[in-house]
């Protein structure tokens, strides 16, 4: 095993054009907007942010759907983009939100399961009964279900066909676009246990999208927080919870409601809502619903740096308090 | 705004004089005018009178680059057949087709939106299943069929009404009935599955919940919502209701433009011909044009042409 | 004692699908009394979102219909009035918000235009006062701008924006009920926590009661105060909030909330509820039974009844109450 990191995403942003009326003037937003940071084997990282913040686009980016405008994505310190080869594809999987958009309704289970097997190496079908039987069974489906369509089977089950279509073909990395948002609450855990219990059989690397933090708090060992496609603070799970930095990632915690109604803590409430508008001024991007806004923030996007031993913020208000106290 | 409607019209212009010249060159193909008016014996000196004085002796190029300039110019020519200007030719034989087809637009748009409607309302109930039936046949029975079929039924059986020609307000019903049947039947359709689609949306419960009469919901949010596919297929139909007259104006012996266009292209009478389909494709893309611009009037959305959210 | 401004008996509402009959609501009694925030609870397909649209009586005629039961509100059952009475009910006492706001605006009319149009269904406003009313139904739901946003049309606006336009026009006429249906389910959580917070505020300014459909038992845990939970279109448990969350009876209450992920803890593995929702249920056994980690033969005999276990804490369990007499019986 190298000592490169399984995958490292360096500076990458991605743009869209924005079309305004008929002018003929291309102006952009940036979804990801010069993104860094690596993952290792096994690990499973989380990617928390709101509707806007650019986890799906930098999701899409890694599992190489779409080619970023700038910066560089390695896997193994190969290049991952929009036209590499069937190795890499291989290699890296993904699951999405919507269990049933993301089959094909006309095909059969068996079909679907050994579909990838094909495409990538033209397998006999006994050597693929090789590979999709015994998974089959980890996922607990009998082999009669082999023959029955999408309709029949249930969100969930549909949820852990598409898990189980993704490990065919033994990737490294999985990537999880909201894997369990559209799901029921019963459900969810289910899917939830299941993915843990594949992890550590296959030493597969996670990297989890949601924008609902009691997911990624389970499933993580490190989160990423993101705003308006820039990372605003990233830690191991247990840092980020017991000793939260940035203003952003305070608040979202705090908006999260406990199940406890003992627990009534008076929340900080986040005024206002994220506009990508934010992109076109100078200075943080969380400037203008920021408690804690200083003039320096007005002025000059904060860097990502280290609070802690793997713990990085881009906030100056921290940055500076973080100086007062060394 | 401007550029919009700026670049519209001029692609607009532009298929004008595009199929205007296809026409041009591909009529020249069908045969040869002048052995038309001589007939197969004519004498090398009347041929070569009729050819030069309709200039059709010169090379291809220049006929075309003549006829060109006259069309720029607004001079249409003369028919070859009738030695009178096509324009008023075409005039002349206006009356009877615009009669019919302004009649035939309107009531056809409005039966077939009135039918789509109550279709989608009282769907799957007897009412919306009779609709279905007849739309069925309106779209598959062609409605030069319905014209003979008409004209068998009421004019030799039952002698209610005259089979050809105009004269009274009684000549024009089967024709407006047979040219009506297929463009309700797909305008209900359309109107029947956009209201079912926009019906099955949450503003339309929101619409009820603020205890608004029923009718009001089915019109000012359903109908409303449901008319942008339907509009689209008007402009259409307006379209085809004017190539499809041809074929019924031809069994009902009407005096129509049809006619006219279908005698203009069978006697190789190429300036008529050519001014027929010109009107026909000016008219084609006017109408095409005001759908398009409909469109930014009645949807805000495309008004703002950005359809994202901030 | 206070009437109740809604009450539910013994409603059972159904629809055709595929020739079948499906039995949504399937006998579901409820109180809501005046200034109450209640809950109703459940996961998908429990029949939840048909009891709010059965009230409301918005579900499609066409292929759903009330079969049998009760729904007075303010002592006039609902289920009997014809469609005049029924539209002046709706908009004026009983408003409704639904889960999309995306699609819960009609797109081609402006926002000023739309709450025009719920004000004047109801009221007969001159212009002036009518538009003057909108826009502090703005003010009251946060936007900002409000005499600008008149002329805004929906897509111009973020979906904390449209729900908010959405919750005005629900409350423009003062109703004394709004249903819920997963407002908030849509949106992004800092909008969530704002747009809970100030339809409670809300509530409280008007002492208006609240029928909040949904599966977030968080949400339920810190706004609400008296909770439902259903399975299987009928309820299982009701009670007051404080009470369900220190003592979930049922067991799929439990279950439920054990099966959540949580901030709060570390779990190496979710509790989970075996097995699915079942297609049909037989007549004559408790719905929960396939799936019950405390069913005793009993339970495939005879369906519970919705029971008191204690004070206002009543729950559908042949076990819960099991216990219960025997903890009379000491």
């Known amino acids: 095993m190298s000592g490169q990191p399984l995958l490292e995403v360096s500076h990458v942003k991605k743009r869209f054009p924005i079309k305004r009326g008929f002018s003929t003037k291309s102006r952009f937003f940036y979804a990801v907007d010069d993104v860094s940071f690596r993952m290792e084997e096994g690990e499973s990282v989380g990617i928390i942010g709101e509707s806007g913040c650019g986890k799906t686009t930098l999701a899409r980016l890694i599992a190489g759907l779409e080619q970023a405008t700038e910066g ?24 999405y939100q919507d269990p049933y958009a993301s089959v094909d309704p006309r095909m059969d289970l068996w079909g679907i399961l050994e579909e990838p097997l094909r495409i990538q190496s033209n397998m ?203 | 705004m401007i550029r919009y409607v700026v670049v519209r019209t001029i692609r607009a212009l532009a298929t004008i004089w595009l199929v205007w010249s296809l026409v041009f060159f591909l009529s020249r193909l069908t045969g040869d005018p002048v052995k038309w008016i001589l007939g197969e014996f004519a004498t090398k000196e009347s041929y070569e009178t009729v050819a030069s004085s309709l200039h059709l002796d010169l090379p291809l190029w220049e006929q075309y680059m003549r006829t060109l300039s006259g069309l720029v110019r607004g001079d249409m020519g003369m028919s070859y057949y009738h030695r009178r200007p096509v324009a008023d030719l075409f005039l002349q034989r206006l009356g009877p087709t615009m009669a019919l087809q302004s009649v035939v637009i309107v009531a056809t748009s409005a039966i077939g939106i009135l039918f789509g409607v109550v279709a989608a309302v009282k769907h799957d109930k007897l009412v919306d299943k009779a609709i279905r039936f007849f739309t069925i046949v309106g779209c598959t029975i062609p409605n030069f069929v319905f014209a003979v079929l008409l004209i068998f039924l009421f004019c030799l059986k039952l002698k209610w009404l005259p089979s050809g020609n105009i004269g009274s307000f009684r000549h024009y019903v089967l024709p407006f009935i047979s040219l009506s049947i297929g463009p309700i039947a797909s305008i209900s359709r359309l109107t029947r599955s956009a209201m079912l689609d926009t019906l099955s949306q949450e503003y339309i419960d929101v619409a009820r919940m603020k205890g608004i009469s029923e009718s009001a919901v089915i019109i000012k949010h359903g109908l409303r919502n449901a008319l942008f596919p339907v509009v689209t297929v008007l402009g259409g139909q307006i379209v085809t209701l004017v190539g499809g007259a041809f074929v019924v104006e031809s069994v009902f012996s009407l005096p129509g433009i049809g006619t006219l266009s279908v005698t203009a292209a069978q006697t190789r009478d190429f300036p008529l011909l050519q001014y027929c389909v010109f009107i026909m494709i000016a008219t084609f893309t006017f109408v095409n044009l005001l759908v398009d611009l409909s469109y930014a009037a009645l949807d805000p959305r495309i008004r703002d042409g950005e359809w994202a959210t901030n | 004692m206070m009437v109740n401004l809604l009450e539910i008996r013994n409603l059972h509402t159904c629809y055709h699908a595929q020739n079948q009959v499906v039995r949504a609501v399937d006998g579901v009694d409820l109180h809501i009394r005046q200034g109450d925030f209640y809950a109703l609870v459940g996961e998908s397909g429990c029949g939840k979102s048909t009891v709010a649209r059965s009230i409301a009586r918005i579900i499609d005629p066409s292929y759903a219909y009330i079969e049998q039961g009760e729904i007075l509100f303010e002592g006039n059952d609902l289920v009997k009035l014809n469609p005049r009475q029924m539209r002046a009910v709706r908009g004026l006492k009983i408003g409704m918000v639904f889960q999309n706001p995306m699609t819960s605006l009609n797109p081609v009319v402006s926002i000023g235009k739309q709450l025009l149009e719920a004000i004047q269904a109801h009221t007969r406003l001159p212009r002036k006062q009518a538009m003057d009313k ?89 706004m609400c105060n008296r909770v439902a939970v259903m399975y299987g279109g009928v ?96």
Not at chain 3, 248 to 271: D, F, R, V
Request: proline share 6%; with cysteine.
């Open chain 1, 72 to 95: 560089e994505i390695l896997f193994h310190g190969s290049s991952v983009h929009a036209k590499m080869g069937r190795d890499m594809r291989k290699s890296i999987q993904m699951i």
């Open chain 3, 235 to 330: 309820i299982v448990e009701d009670g007051f909030s404080a009470d369900i969350f220190s003592e979930p009876l049922h067991p799929y209450t439990q279950g439920l909330m054990a099966c959540m992920p949580s901030i709060e803890e570390e779990k190496e593995e979710l509790h989970v509820i075996p097995g699915t929702v079942p297609k049909h249920f037989e007549p004559g056994e408790c719905r929960f039974l396939h799936r019950c980690p405390i069913a005793t033969p009993d339970c495939g005999q005879r369906e519970p009844g919705l029971e008191e276990f204690k004070e206002n804490h009543f729950v559908r369990c042949h076990n819960v109450n099991i216990r219960r007499l025997q903890e009379e019986a000491r």
């Open chain 1, 124 to 326: 006999k079908r006994s050597q693929a009964e090789k590979i999709i039987m015994p998974l089959l069974e980890t996922m607990g489906f009998t082999e009669d279900s082999l023959s029955k369509y999408p309709h029949e089977f249930s969100g969930g089950q549909i949820q852990r066909i598409c898990i189980l279509r993704s490990l065919v073909l033994s990737p490294k990395l999985l990537i999880c676009d909201e894997p369990v948002s559209s799901l029921d609450v019963s459900i969810q855990a289910q899917i939830l246990n299941l993915l843990k219990k594949l992890q550590s059989e296959k030493s597969l690397a996670y990297l989890v999208i949601s924008h609902d933090m009691s997911v990624i708090h389970h499933i993580s060992d490190r989160i990423i927080v993101m705003y308006l496609g820039q990372i605003v603070e990233t830690a191991t799970k247990h840092d980020l919870f017991a000793n939260t930095q940035h203003p952003y990632t305070k608040a979202l915690i705090a908006a999260i409601p406990n199940a406890d109604p003992a627990k009534k803590q008076k929340k900080a409430i986040l005024s206002g809502e994220a506009s990508r508008a934010a992109q076109e001024k100078p200075g943080c991007l969380f400037q203008d619903r920021c408690e804690r806004a200083c003039a320096l923030c007005y002025d000059q996007r904060p860097d990502m740096l280290p609070v802690n031993t793997g713990h990085y913020v881009a906030c100056h208000d921290v940055q500076t308090m973080a100086r007062k106290d060394s």
């Open chain 3, 134 to 222: 909108a826009i502090s139904l703005l003010e009251l739901v946060k936007i900002p701008d409000p005499a600008q946003r008149m002329q805004s049309y929906p897509h111009q606006l973020s979906g904390g924006m449209q729900q908010r336009v959405v919750i005005a026009i629900a409350l423009a006429n003062d109703p004394k009920l709004l249903i819920a249906d997963e407002p908030t389910t849509a949106l992004d959580v800092s909008v969530q926590e704002q747009i809970l917070k100030e339809i409670d505020d809300i509530r409280k300014q008007r002492d208006m009661s609240i029928l909040l459909i949904t599966h977030n038992m968080g949400i339920v845990a810190q």
